[in-house]
């Protein structure tokens, strides 16, 4: 330990220090030619410090028992940044590796009888394998996440139900021409009865009847999942890719999250440029669609011919994506038309690609728009405007290399939200985005318990409704 220090010995009291002047002593030993000029520097700095101590002990000091800014600041970041407690069901296992299993099952595979075995099948919706996965994760792996696993339930803020319900809507078997691809003995899978299974037992739990399921986060990212029993959990926060299929009084951007789809082929992992980009516009999927999906048959009877643009009719297979990922790492925009639902995987792809993405889909929601501004990485066309002859090969053909840049720059700084295996990127994000919805799960759970049940016309203000309103051009 070290020796308390000595105090210096106070000046002798004869002397007595102004710090208006230096002492008289100072002065005796200065040389004669710089006296005057060093008296008055040194009076000034003397008076600027005097006035300096003046106004920091009297002016702007701190009020007794007051708390600095700069610790209030930090107390206030350490508030904000601190974790949501989520419990996670241990569900029976049906609803999660059993879901793996009838999938494997239907499709030829082998009965498992270690879980760890089972691989889930990689597919734009496996954003339920990834979240199951983090929270199963120990907590030293999870540093910096916004949510923390409890074991708890007394302790937990949300709750989190892990049902795999986007696998468990194509897990019986391949159908082709009307007939069953899987051989018949295979046991058979319904996912409405897993639907409703998994209801029954949540209705035994309970924390699930304590809160009316407002505490409760459900993944449904498959625009058809939990289709069945979706009226009965639509008070917990869904977790779903846009709302579609989903009715105003079913969800919202007030109490939902908006998920995008895994991608589904490779990130592009050189640098930013158009040297290698020699296609103006790349699209290949599915021609024919229904409902807002329609315009996709409109624009290739538009695009199919033009020089620069490459547009196929494709779907899902091995080959399909070796296209797809040399389409979109080799041309300067990708485009982006709404499907049966307003979003798709494409866009996805084309952020890992960085191949500038041209939405023209008018009602799509888009993840995390809280940080990311999809102005500066995406082009957006309203459709009546998309569907104009010759409108949006001439307008993309006028956007110059620097703004091409300029969006490819911004894509990359972002998208690392979209890659669901970087530690940092979407497993996160997604949990940062259920741990703001706390509070209003908070004034949901107060609210009801003191409003009177009763059947409305129409949604009451609960319910916010997504955008029905269309979009804006941007070129």
Known sequence: MNPRPKLRSPPPSSVVISPASP??????????????????????????????????????????????????SRNYNTQSLKSVKVYMYDLPRKFTYGVIESYALARGGEKQSDDSLLKYPGNQHSAEWYLFSDLNR????????????????????LFYVPFFSSLSLVANPIRSNNAVVAPVERPAYSDERTQESLIEWLEQQEYWKRNNGWDHVFICQDPNALYKVVDKV?????????????????????KDVILPYSHRINTYTGDIGVENRNSLLFFMGNRYRKEGGKIRDLLFQLLEKEEDVIIKHGAQSRESRREARKGMHTSKFCLHPAGDTPSAC????????????????????????????????????????????????????????????????????????????????????IWRQVSLKLPLVRLMINRDKRLVKRVLPEPDCSCLCSNQTGILTTL
């Open 346 to 429: 494409r866009l996805f792809d084309a952020i890992v690609s960085l191949c500038v993405p041209v939405i023209i889909s008018d009602h799509i929601e888009l993840p995390f728009e809280d940080v990311v501004d999809y102005r500066k990485i995406a082009i957006f066309v309203d459709s009546n405007t998309a569907v104009k002859p010759g409108f949006l090969v001439k307008k993309l053909r006028k956007v110059s290399m620097e703004r091409v840049l300029e969006y490819q720059r911004e894509l990359k700084k972002v998208k690392h939200y979209y890659e669901y295996e970087d530690p940092n990127g979407t497993v996160k994000e």
């Open 23 to 72: 002492p008289k002593s100072l002065i005796n030993k200065m040389p004669r030619k710089f006296t005057r000029s060093t008296l008055t520097l040194a009076t000034t700095l003397f008076s600027i410090l005097a006035l300096y101590a003046f106004f920091n002990t009297f002016i702007f000091s701190d009020p007794p028992n007051s708390v600095s800014s700069v610790s209030f």
């Open 138 to 157: 120990p907590s030293l792996e999870r540093v910096g996440s916004a949510v923390t696993r409890v074991m708890n339930p007394e302790e937990a803020d």
């Open 234 to 254: 639509k008070n917990g926060v869904l977790l779903v890719s846009d709302f579609g299929r989903l009715a105003r009084n079913q969800a919202s951007l007030v």
